[in-house]
């Protein structure tokens, strides 16, 4: 029985300093893998707070810039609207002094006119003194009569004289209102042409920033859609192949044309954020077909092909953001081709959409 007593009694003590060694081991290993994700995470958080820190300066920098271009646009286009109203009004100013002139010139005429007569007239009365005083020889018995009448006659030229003489007074004052009248003219219409120069080159101004931002969109659209051979840049247009975005004879986008047109939606939206407000731009979008006809029941000519297509372009991308105020669609069927021929590398490149970014 003693036996069996000590057989029953277990020491479990060494088993339980072992499982308390391995759960200190364990928790030392998991504290030092937290202290390790601890010291890799700040120094991750640390360089991405300094990364933020450098890209909220550069936005701040950015719309510093942003706020000057668009006061120096809002002043371009005050001094802009300044002298279009001074245009105006001077415009009108040569309009009355046109007008007055005109006046005077009649006037003028209406007393040369009365002159004339006048003189005509003292030509009369100066005979019919003459022939009164030819008369007079002709008998004493007349000579009273005949004084009378020529008293009556000296009085009508002195009056005459006097009203030519008036006459010609005005005529000087009024030749003298006509050059003082033609000098201000001339004074107007430097002025009006120093005007137009002032306002030709603000619209100059206006058309250079276009093409500055034309050059940007055309330049990121080319990294973006990459170097193809059916997508290029022709003067100030980019060019799609037909085949790129439509099957043939068709004005149905297919899904690659989609693609392309979803790239340049989002190229046209990040430049429409920089272009100020001012500038009234478009995105014009013209569709072309080849030379050879087509009459199905969809499509009666390719009038109907190349607009239809222009209008496809246009929808989808004002389903891509873009601002259908934005946009203009237009057709030109098979008559604006770049090149003449009918071999199938030229009906292949007649066979186009085109984008403009333009002014409105």
Do not use: C
């Amino acid at each position: 029985m003693a036996l069996r007593r000590n057989r029953q009694t277990v020491d479990i003590w060494p088993g339980f300093v072992d499982a308390l060694g391995n759960l200190i081991i364990i928790l030392m290993f998991v504290l030092l893998v937290f202290v390790m994700a601890q010291f890799f995470m700040g120094r991750a958080l640390s360089g991405q707070e300094a990364e933020l820190g450098r890209l909220t300066a550069q936005m701040s920098e950015m719309a510093n810039l942003l706020k000057m271009e668009r006061q120096s646009n809002a002043g371009l286009t005050a001094e802009t609207e300044r002298l279009s109203g001074e245009l105006t009004v001077l415009t009108s100013k040569a309009k009355a002094l046109e007008d007055l002139s005109a006046q005077k010139t009649a006037e003028a005429a209406k007393l040369a006119a009365d002159i004339e007569a006048l003189q005509a007239l003292k030509a009369t009365l100066e005979k019919t003194i003459s022939d009164k005083d030819r008369s007079l020889d002709d008998g004493k018995g007349k000579l009273q009569e005949q004084e009378r009448i020529s008293d009556q006659a000296r009085a009508q030229a002195a009056m005459l004289r006097q009203q030519l003489d008036a006459l010609q007074q005005e005529m000087a004052r009024l030749a003298d209102s006509l050059d003082a009248a033609e000098r201000a003219n001339k004074t107007q219409e430097v002025q009006i042409s120093d005007l137009g120069k002032q306002l030709n080159r603000a619209l100059a101004t206006k058309v250079q920033e276009l093409q500055k931002y034309r050059s940007e969109f055309f330049g990121r659209l080319r990294s973006v859609l990459g170097d193809r051979k059916d997508v290029r840049i022709e003067g100030d247009r980019f060019v799609f192949q037909s085949e790129v975005l439509f099957p043939s004879g068709s004005a149905d986008l297919q899904p690659a044309g989609q693609q392309q047109l979803g790239r340049l939606a989002r190229t046209l939206l990040d430049i429409a954020k920089t272009i100020p407000a001012d500038v009234n731009w478009i995105l014009r979008v013209d569709g072309h077909t080849d030379s050879r006809p087509i009459a199905t029941p969809q499509f009666r000519s390719n009038w109907d092909l190349s607009s239809a297509r222009a209008i496809s372009v246009v929808n989808y991308l004002i389903s891509q953001g873009i601002d259908p105020s934005r946009l203009a669609a237009a057709g030109f069927g098979e008559f604006q081709p770049l090149e003449m021929g009918s071999s199938p590398d030229v009906l292949a490149r007649n066979r186009r959409i085109e984008l403009k970014l333009d002014q409105r």
